[in-house]
């Protein structure tokens, strides 16, 4: 069986109710999605409960002398005449009274566990609300279901939903236009967006809760007299913030002005030498908008470096770093993956981490350790990336920074923003305050991929130059009339005509994207034709 389980002691039984899978490691399994413990009846079946450890003051020595003194009874005994205990020499009103408050501490978490799961909670998340609430849970799922979308990771309004419905709380009550108004502003920020409009917002969650508006505008208020939301005029017009993510926006703010301020942690230099000497280490020659880049980036203490691909940010960061240690300062580079965080760090030739290891992330406390009172102890931070990193994070990262740090982000401004809430570092570059420094040049060794230059065409709002049939590229236009026919065009190029040419392990080294999830040239359809 596999799944999560409040605890099961030696001797008892369970019943369970789940799916059987076939698990690709381990074969067939029964995944339990609810699990109920049985208190054992049988003599053998009790003493291994008792002696179990589960009962603070009854190991396997004194479980043995209750069940021979007692039988089958004993469970009466501990509960209801906790006395007759003391009837066994070594027990005395110490250890009575422990077994007793151990026993009714067991009993409260069965009567929990059985409230949620009858009430179509799995037990994954019946645990977490336990731990969370502990003998309280029950009065406070009770009072308010919604409070678990806000207090217990992995559990959103569609769940509290389907609680609050079994416990018969009315569909038009405030405390569920509350919530639903708060899952709105989630999904719109599961969408990218920081803030909503109004009454954008209002209509939103009228459609979703089927509540009069009149309600759902209440609602509104009481989230923002208890400060969960957030109200701002944006160009004109009035939005709506989670506080979370209000907070992470005033944040990024004044983390930016915070570190703009002051003298860099290196001496000053001299660019008229420190350009000829970096060219020669390197042996290269930087282009006027790269010299520029570099130049920036050692005089000011907060700057961004953007570009499309093929126009050597990478040569410009090397040019940095190597000028930057020639002046004895610590250097620390991070990216928000790991896969673009082994990219820096091979480009570099120093070490990189991920943003959130470098943050020294806590999934147990959903929390960093690096922070404003722990910050990092680094001169100049560098961010490869950065237009993947969100609001949220990117808060989070500049706070950890000390006063005397410098920051450089280094980013495509044209790829796609992060998955989460915002455009951070679109709005930085968009910002007046901020210096940023251009690359547009595409450097000869980049000219030649098809893919680069496609890249930039998009940009200038241009097609891509299809290439002609038997050329030797990296972009490859295929056109077909109909669904069917590209549907079999696709299968032969990725399980034949590029294993064959290219000789691509056709699992390892080709990925499929498609557009959408549903229809025969979907995603699901793919994949399962595919695999």
Known sequence: MTGSTPSVTPGEFVETAGIWINDPKHGVQFKVQHIKTVTPTTLEGIEKYLGSGMVKGIGPHFAKRLVKAFGEAVFDIIEETPDRLMELEGIGKKRREKITSAWSE????????????????????????????????????????????????????????????????????????????????????????????????????????????????????????????????????????????????????????????????????????????????????????????????????????????????????????????????????????????????????????????????????????????????????????????????????LRAVPDNAAVLLVGDVDQLPSVGPGSVLNDLIEEDSVSVARLTEIFRQAATSQIITGAHAINRGQSPKPTRKGDETDFYYLTVEEPEELFSKLMAVVTRRLPERFGFDPVKDIQVLAPMNRGGLGARSLNVALQ
């Open 106 to 397: 067991q009993k409260v978490v069965r009567e929990i566990m059985v409230f949620l799961q009858s009430h179509g909670v799995g037990t994954a998340r019946a645990v977490r609300i336990y731990k969370t609430y502990g003998d309280q849970a029950v009065a406070k799922v009770q009072e308010n279901p919604y409070r678990l979308a806000l207090d217990i990771h992995g559990i959103g309004f569609k769940t509290a939903d389907q609680l609050a419905m079994q416990l018969g709380i009315d569909r038009v009550s405030l405390i569920r236009a509350q919530a639903g108004v708060r899952h709105v502003l989630q999904e719109y920020s599961g969408e990218g967006h920081c803030a909503q409009a109004f009454q954008s917002l209002v209509d939103a969650s009228v459609k979703l809760l089927e509540i009069p508006e009149a309600t759902i505008k209440q609602a509104i208020q009481v989230e923002m007299d208890e400060e969960r939301l957030t109200p701002e005029t944006i160009d004109g017009e009035p939005c709506l913030f989670l506080m979370p993510l209000h907070r992470a926006e005033q944040g990024v703010a004044n983390h930016v002005l915070r570190l703009s301020q002051g003298e860099s942690g290196w001496a000053a230099i001299d660019l008229d030498k420190a350009l000829p000497w970096v060219e020669a280490k390197n042996n290269i020659q930087l282009s006027s908008s790269q010299k520029d880049a570099v130049a920036l980036a050692v005089q000011k203490k907060f700057c961004i470096i953007t570009g499309g691909p093929g126009v050597g940010k990478t040569t410009v960061v090397n040019s940095i770093l190597n000028i930057i240690a020639a002046k004895r300062a610590h250097v620390t580079l991070c990216a928000p993956t790991g896969h673009a965080a082994k990219r820096l760090s091979e480009s570099t030739d120093q070490e990189a981490t991920t943003i959130h290891r470098l943050l020294e992330f806590d999934p147990k406390a959903f929390d960093f350790k690096r922070n404003a009172d722990n910050p990092l102890e680094t001169d100049l931070l560098v961010v490869d990336e950065s237009s993947m990193v969100d609001i949220v994070l990117m808060n989070q990262l």
